[in-house]
């Protein structure tokens, strides 16, 4: 086993998943960038998602439907998501691979911008018991917010790249997308109205669980 760092290490214990390969490799295929959860977060969705029984998820940022086929493996029997896609091909590519791979009657799309998506979905007081942030990450702080208003109580957020391959924790990079990724983590970290953990694995993972009102 040759490995350089503790994420290959794992990696390469885990058997090739070659569904969720094969939708990677789609997606690269496709011009879209290879930016899809790492292999062991995504088996993490699965089992989160398993494991609190969820009949109904929302995921904001599809590309091309690795995270998609993720989360919809732990649904229970009847269960949806619902993702959100801000671009029409990607939302296209996503429903093609998610078909592909067996999900396509669980999985819809709302198309364009997220914040407007999740307004209409919060004035038809829709709830959710998961949810997966892994879009723009100017966004995050919103999402965030929008995630807790359509939350049942006891429900999960997950929110991928908190990190943003280093640039959160270097204290020169002061871009817009990096201070609101560190305004994201402070919260989630400390919102009182939310438990929750951070993982530095990959490029960081956030877990929330939203508390009873």
């Known amino acids: 086993m040759n490995v350089t760092n503790e994420e290959q290490y794992i990696d390469a214990l885990l058997e090739?998943?070659?569904?969720?390969?094969?939708?990677?490799t789609a997606?690269?295929?496709q011009?879209?960038?290879?930016?899809?959860?790492?292999?062991g977060y995504g088996r993490l969705l699965t089992m989160l998602v398993a494991m609190n029984n969820v009949t109904k998820a929302l995921e904001i940022g599809a590309l091309g439907g690795?995270?998609?086929v993720c989360i919809a493996?732990?649904?229970?029997?009847?269960?949806s998501l619902t993702s959100l896609e801000l671009l029409p091909?990607?939302?296209?590519?996503?429903?093609?691979?998610?078909?592909q791979a067996g999900f396509g009657d669980c999985i819809s799309y709302l198309v364009g911008d997220a914040k407007l998506s999740l307004e209409q979905l919060v004035e038809r007081n829709e709830k959710f018991?998961?949810?997966f942030i892994d879009a723009d990450k100017e966004g995050y702080p919103a999402y965030l917010e929008y995630a807790i208003q359509l939350a049942e109580p006891g429900a999960v957020i997950v929110a991928d790249n908190i990190l943003l391959r280093g640039r959160t924790i270097n204290e020169h990079k002061q871009g817009p997308?990096?201070?609101a990724v560190r305004g994201f983590n402070q919260t989630i970290a400390n919102d009182p109205r939310l438990q929750s953990t951070l993982l530095p694995g990959y490029d960081g993972l956030a877990i929330a669980r939203v508390l009873a009102k």
């Open 66 to 68: 690795y995270s998609g």
């Open 129 to 131: 018991q998961f949810f």
């Open 16 to 24: 090739t998943d070659q569904v969720l390969e094969q939708i990677r």
């Open 89 to 99: 091909q990607y939302a296209e590519a996503a429903k093609r691979n998610v078909t």
């Open 73 to 79: 493996r732990g649904l229970q029997q009847g269960g």
């Open 177 to 179: 997308a990096v201070q």
């Open 31 to 39: 011009g879209m960038p290879d930016i899809a959860v790492a292999p």
């Open 27 to 29: 997606t690269a295929a």
